[in-house]
């Protein structure tokens, strides 16, 4: 059965930081891109960052310079480490593991900036 837990996620003052974590199981965590979605009241969901089998990553224009993705293959575990956050980023954080016919998301944590 695969499951994606994420922790991490809370309250927190403009500019603070959060570390967000995503354990996977049931999937072989190395052949999958990994990526963290969010999703704020009203709006579509939006893709925030990627990182590839490979390592390489990729971000909303919205929180370049400011987050940062990273994945411990032997941890099977991706991480999402935010900085100087802003009300805006007020939002539920969703993990994604996708691979060719198989996309998989987690239950999501809350993160919760105010100003």
């Known amino acids: 059965q695969v499951q994606l837990a994420e922790s991490g996620g809370g309250f927190v003052q403009a500019g603070g930081s959060l570390r967000l974590s995503c354990a996977a199981s049931?999937?072989?965590?190395?052949?999958?891109?990994m990526a963290w979605y969010r999703q704020a009241p009203g709006k579509q969901r939006e893709l925030v960052a990627h990182?590839?089998?490979?390592?390489?990553?990729n971000y909303a224009d919205s929180v370049k310079g400011r987050f940062t993705i990273s994945r411990d293959n032997a941890k099977n575990t991706v991480y999402l480490q935010m900085n100087s956050l802003k009300p805006e980023d007020t939002a539920v954080y969703f993990c994604?593991?996708?691979?060719?016919?198989?996309?998989?998301w987690g239950q999501g944590t809350q993160v919760t900036v105010s100003s």
């Open positions: 049931g999937i072989i965590f190395n052949s999958y891109r």
């Open positions: 994604n593991a996708l691979a060719i016919l198989h996309n998989y």
């Open positions: 990182i590839t089998t490979g390592g390489t990553t």
